[in-house]
């Protein structure tokens, strides 16, 4: 298995525009999780899936992020219009649900946003 | 929800020496606890968990223990090498579940030659 893949490992964008990060989970796995990571704040839970289904979203900071998970193997974090503090280096994570022998995280590689 | 303190937020220690890392967390509900090493411009990856029906868990020179009563953990590396300088997150899962994991601050230990 690549394990959990994330795309664009970097991105530079202008103050107000779309970002979209994307996310491939490791297959079998049917819980994902989105973290932002800053070194004020360290690493914050942003919005988490259950089989596709978001299950808390009360870390999403504002309404300018949206999360959706449209299939098993897909998920996107959007940032519309983005600003300069939304600069951080966001990762994605999946695991087994609970219940299972195994559940610890795998996380993606990160992207790493710059909001200029 | 969870709250989960982490410390020291540093440190550093000789080569050969042992390390040790402590967390505590608020929610007595939480069962699972996962630490994660995190090189320079890496992912966390995880090295070690352990459950509230266990006490104590080892992996060659990494340890963890938990006191469930005290609602505190702790991670223990032996032997220190050069390749364990990184940052060190603790986390603590949320309500007896698996699903959202609180993470510490992290502690960034340095190896000293």
């Known amino acids: 298995d690549a394990g959990v893949i994330q795309s664009p490992r970097h991105e530079v964008t202008e103050m107000g525009q779309e970002v979209t990060l994307r996310c491939k989970p490791i297959?079998?796995?049917?819980?994902l999780f989105w973290y932002r990571q800053t070194m004020m704040r360290g690493l914050e839970l942003l919005i988490y899936?259950?089989?596709?289904?978001?299950?808390?979203d009360s870390g999403m900071p504002e309404d300018r992020f949206s999360a959706k998970m449209p299939n098993a193997s897909f998920s996107t974090l959007k940032i519309q219009p983005s600003e300069p503090r939304d600069s951080a280096v966001y990762f994605c994570?999946?695991?087994?649900?609970?219940?299972?022998?195994?559940?610890?995280?795998?996380f993606g590689s990160g992207t790493r946003l710059t909001v200029v | 929800g969870e709250n989960v303190e982490q410390h020291p937020s540093t440190l550093s220690v000789q080569e050969g020496d042992s390390a040790v890392i402590k967390c505590t967390y608020s929610?007595?509900?939480?069962?699972?606890f996962p630490w994660y090493k995190q090189e320079l411009g890496k992912r966390p990856q995880l090295i070690i968990d352990?459950?509230?029906?266990?006490g104590e868990k080892k992996d060659q020179r990494i340890a963890v223990t938990l006191n469930k009563t005290a609602k505190h953990f702790s991670l223990h590396i032996t032997e220190t090498q050069p390749e364990d300088s990184a940052v060190y997150f603790c986390?603590?899962?949320?309500?007896?579940?698996?699903?959202?994991?609180?993470f510490g601050k992290g502690t960034h230990l340095i190896i000293q030659p």
């Open positions: 352990i459950r509230s029906n266990v």
């Open positions: 994570a999946s695991s087994l649900a609970r219940g299972r022998p195994n559940y610890g995280y795998t």
């Open positions: 899936f259950n089989n596709n289904v978001p299950i808390d």
């Open positions: 986390a603590a899962n949320e309500g007896g579940g698996a699903d959202g994991l609180t």
């Open positions: 929610d007595s509900a939480s069962n699972y």
């Open positions: 297959s079998g796995h049917n819980s």
